[in-house]
């Protein structure tokens, strides 16, 4: 399989890392710019859902190789707030 997902939540944090092995450097390369712009452009859906954003906002996206590496990284006392907030809507 070209995914390798690793999940991991605590009493501190929830952290996601997912590593995506494409055919070449140029591919991995390709595809985490492409990622990133369209989770930086401006009519990005992700912004319109305070829960998206977040999660968008602390994820991090690079390459090495031929692999694309994609982790975030929530602090768990925001997700709770975070959550909190949605719950009372």
Do not use: G, M, W
Not at 41 to 46: N, Q, V
Not at 52 to 61: G, V
Request: glycine share 0%; hydrophobic share 40%; aromatic share 14%.
């Amino acid at each position: 399989s070209p995914f390798e997902l690793v999940i991991r939540l605590d009493n501190s944090e929830f952290y996601a890392h997912l590593k995506y092995v494409r055919k070449s450097k140029i591919e991995a390369f390709k595809f985490a710019e492409a990622y990133r712009a369209s989770v930086q452009s401006t009519s990005c859906y992700y912004k319109t859902s305070p829960l998206l954003k977040f999660r968008f906002d602390n994820t991090e996206i690079t390459f090495r190789n031929n692999q694309v590496f994609i982790v975030t990284r929530l602090p768990r006392a925001s997700i709770d707030s975070l959550l909190a907030q949605k719950d009372a809507q």
